[in-house]
Each structure stands twice: as structure tokens, then as C-alpha cells.
């Protein structure tokens, strides 16, 4: 059967079930301001800005040719740090209250087992009803929510990803977006993780999953009894993708420690909701951030793309690079166990010719250095 990165994370969290610098301040003056403000409007005219910008100018389009790299790039920057730089902020982790997280999901639910291993706590309802938590991560199930998995494939990487054929436009019969969302909001508060209001959001009709549902089993053969007996009106769902930011600049960690790609699939917060409520919950690492004194120090954007072109320009053979985007992030950079430091991060996607492969890389904004991800 196959596997889903979304619930490899939650895998993780059931493995035990069953189981005894300090960045300097930006020196911007007013007339650095107004140049910044001049180029953008520039490239509204001309979409083509060349690689000698002022430091610290984020042009719309950056465009440059050498070799096997060429940058036809969107440059995506928040308002917030064109208007006023970008902040210093810290981070902590939000703990789950474990109790409050019991009795939101499964206070009204029938248990035929539970347990407790180490720093987690597990649960398991008589209708498959599965809770899994931990300080800082939680997993939360229902059978239905295995129908919907096997019909809604979010992975962008895998040959049956098929999220595009749903509409992220729609409005469910049962309820609003808006409105499962305040009730989403409100379920997480009572455990202990605040939230803003941003989120992204598939509606999954029942016709739609009545025909993209496949499964198959160990021999990789069409296994049809696992199939849903039958999938109507009542079977519509949302399903949410939560990630979070700060003054709406994205923030950007790797996924359960293991999975660094910057994908919807590795959303912290991933919810779907139906009519009868919460049916599959997974919270992965949720921040509380504070701002500190000061804005990071930003090297310009032709320093920092010239770490992309020096690292594909130099590798061998007849493929060629386009970058295609790049955008600036926090990054919640694990120090140590429980403990990370924040970083501005620049993202980049870069297509490969021949097998057009998208290729994701993270260069430190300030340094200008590539952050290659290791296991800490």
C-alpha cells in the first residue's frame, strides 16, 4: 500500500503505540528606501533587472545567464520587510497540553486501549480511533480519515500526487471554510497552540475521491477491499494546510526533524474537517515568536544568487539549470534538542533540464552560504 510523506510524519508519532550570531542592524537610510521603491517600479516596465541591484534591493524578476545556470527569477518578498526591513525575532516551541488534547479529540470516544512511553502518550478508540502525543507533536486519526488518504495524495514528488484535481475555490455544503476553520482554531487553542489566521484549504468532494481512491496492496496488486463501501454527501471535507509566519513573512523547519522540503505536504499543521468534525489531525513543531532589537543584516541578492550559480555551474554533464523562483523565509534552525535559533533564509526552486527534476535549495540571507540540512 503505498505511503504518504504526510503520513510518514504521522508514522513517527505512532512508531511507540503498542510499546513499553547575533545578526547586526540594517544601516538603511532614506535614500536606500527610495531606491528600493524606484527599482520596483522599474521592473513593472521592464521585467528584465540585471544582476548589479544595490544591496538589499528585491527586484520582481532577476535575470541572468552563465553557462548550464540561467535565472529567470520571481524574487517573492513580504511588504512587510520591503516597507520596513526585516525583524530579529527568537523562537520557543508551544507545548501540548496532553490533557486538554484527550479530551478535545477523544473525550466522547469509547477507548479499547491506551499507554505511555517515554514522553508520549497513546490512545486508541473501539472504532479505530487512533491519539498520539507528545510534547511538542501530536497525531490524531479516524477510519475515515483512511479512506480520505487513500483518495487525496498532497505529495508533489510521487507519480499518483493528484491534489490538483481538487478545488481550493469550493465551499462544502456542510459548512464554510471560515467557519471549520474557527472551529479548528478554537480546538487548537484548548490545547495550547495559537495560531494566526492563515491557512490554505482543498475541498474534497465525495465524487472526486469516489474516483481518485486506489490502493494497493504489499505486491503492489489493486487491493479493492479496502475500498470505501460507498462515498456520498457526507463524505465532503476539508482538508487544511497550516503553516505559519510572522507579520505574514513564512517560516520554514524541517519536518519532524527528517523531511527539509518547503511544501504543503510538510505543512506543521494539517487538519481535515467534515461534518462530524476533526477526522485527522497532525501538529509537527508550532512556534511562538518574539521580536528582538534590530533587522538582520541582508546581503544582496546578487551575492546570494551567485552561491546558486556557483554550485550548478559547476557540476558536469549536459544538463542545464533554470532558477525559477526564490523567496525570503525565517528559518527555525535546530540548535539543540528543543532549542532553535532564526535565521532569514532565501529559498530557491531551480528546474533541471533533463529530467525537470525541481530542485530546492536554502542560502543563508545575511552570510550568503548554503544551508545544507544534517541530522542534529
Known amino acids: 500500500m503505498k505511503k504518504s510523506i504526510v503520513i510518514l510524519g504521522f508514522l513517527l508519532c505512532l512508531g511507540c503505540v ?20 524606484e527599482s520596483r517600479d522599474k521592473s513593472e516596465n521592464n521585467d528584465e533587472i540585471k544582476s548589479n541591484v544595490k544591496e538589499n ?52 470516544i469509547e477507548l479499547q486501549d491506551k499507554g505511555e512511553s517515554d ?52 465551499e462544502l455544503s456542510f459548512s464554510t471554510k471560515e467557519e471549520a476553520f474557527g472551529i479548528i482554531k478554537t480546538a487548537l487553542g484548548s490545547m495550547g497552540i495559537d495560531i494566526d489566521d492563515q491557512y490554505s484549504c ?30 456520498t454527501e457526507d463524505d465532503d471535507c476539508y482538508y487544511f494546510i497550516i503553516n505559519q509566519s510572522y507579520k505574514g513573512i513564512p517560516t520554514y523547519h524541517v519536518f519532524y526533524d527528517a523531511f527539509p522540503l518547503a511544501a504543503d505536504e510538510n505543512a506543521p499543521i494539517q487538519v481535515v474537517y467534515n461534518k462530524n468534525g476533526i477526522q485527522f489531525l497532525q501538529i509537527e513543531k508550532v512556534f511562538k515568536f518574539s521580536e528582538e532589537n534590530g533587522l538582520y543584516d541582508l546581503n544582496s541578492f546578487t551575492e546570494i544568487a551567485k552561491v546558486i550559480q556557483n554550485k550548478y555551474g559547476m ?12 523567496e525570503l523565509y525565517y528559518m527555525e534552525s535546530k540548535v539543540s534538542e528543543n ?33 545544507i540540512w544534517e541530522e542534529k
Open 202 to 231: 482543498f475541498s474534497l468532494d465525495h465524487k472526486i475521491m469516489q474516483e481518485e481512491e486506489y490502493v494497493t496492496d504489499i505486491d503492489g496488486n489493486v487491493a479493492t477491499e479496502y475500498y470505501k463501501d460507498a462515498w
Open 119 to 170: 514522553t508520549q502518550l497513546w490512545y486508541e478508540g473501539v472504532n479505530n480511533e487512533i491519539l498520539t502525543i507528545t510534547p511538542y507533536s501530536l497525531g490524531y486519526s479516524t477510519k475515515f480519515f483512511s479512506y480520505v488518504n487513500n483518495a487525496f495524495r498532497l505529495q508533489q514528488g510521487y507519480s499518483d500526487y493528484n491534489a490538483y484535481k481538487y478545488s481550493m475555490e469550493d
Open 18 to 37: 503498542g510499546c513499553g550570531k547575533e545578526p547586526s542592524k540594517v544601516n538603511s537610510t532614506i535614500t536606500e528606501q527610495i531606491n528600493v521603491e
Open 57 to 108: 534591493e528585491f527586484p520582481k524578476r532577476y535575470k541572468e545567464d552563465s553557462d548550464n545556470v540561467k535565472f529567470n527569477t520571481e524574487i517573492i518578498v513580504s511588504d512587510e520587510i520591503i516597507e520596513n526591513g526585516m525583524d530579529i525575532i527568537s523562537a520557543t516551541l508551544q507545548e501540548i497540553n496532553s490533557e486538554d488534547a484527550y479530551e478535545t479529540l477523544m473525550g466522547t
Open 315 to 326: 557540476l558536469l554533464g549536459d544538463s542545464t539549470y533554470e532558477v525559477t523562483s526564490a
Open 339 to 371: 532549542q532553535y535559533e532564526i535565521l532569514p533564509v532565501w529559498i530557491f526552486h531551480t528546474t533541471e533540464s533533463s529530467t525537470g527534476k525541481i530542485l530546492q535549495d536554502v542560502v543563508n540571507a545575511q552570510t550568503a552560504e548554503e544551508i
